[in-house]
Nanobody, 126 residues
């Protein structure tokens, strides 16, 4: 059984940094992709970043240059370093995992991911 547990969320001020962690169990192969999505209040869940088994990384335009995704395969953990946070980054952040994708564009799609964590709240005040 695959389980994903996010941590590291919290309340910060604009311009601050946070690092989210996602610990995975039950799917430990480094070949699997990992992604971060977020759901702002009243909006749909959206892609934030992903990392493949290669590893290659993918980012939403809104976070490019501010967020960095990385993974530690020995710890079965993926991280999302978030710098220069903005109020519009306020959301529940979800970690997800996906089998290896042939087409890199698939890492951007929610439907590519088959297991999800429960989410962690990130609130950025202005």
């Amino acid at each position: 059984q695959v389980q994903l547990v996010e941590s590291g969320g919290g309340l910060v001020q604009a311009g601050d940094s946070l690092r989210l962690s996602c610990a995975a169990s039950g799917r430990t192969s480094s070949a699997y992709g990992m992604g971060w999505f977020r759901q702002p209040p009243g909006k749909e869940r959206e892609f934030v970043a992903a990392i493949s088994g290669a590893p290659s990384t993918y980012y939403a335009d809104s976070v490019k240059g501010r967020f960095t995704i990385s993974r530690d395969n020995a710890k079965n953990t993926v991280y999302l370093q978030m710098n220069s946070l903005k109020p519009e980054d306020t959301a529940v952040y979800y970690c997800a995992t996906t089998p290896p994708q042939f087409y890199s564009r698939n890492y951007y799609y929610r439907s590519s991911y088959d297991y999800w964590g429960q989410g962690t709240q990130v609130t950025v005040s202005s």
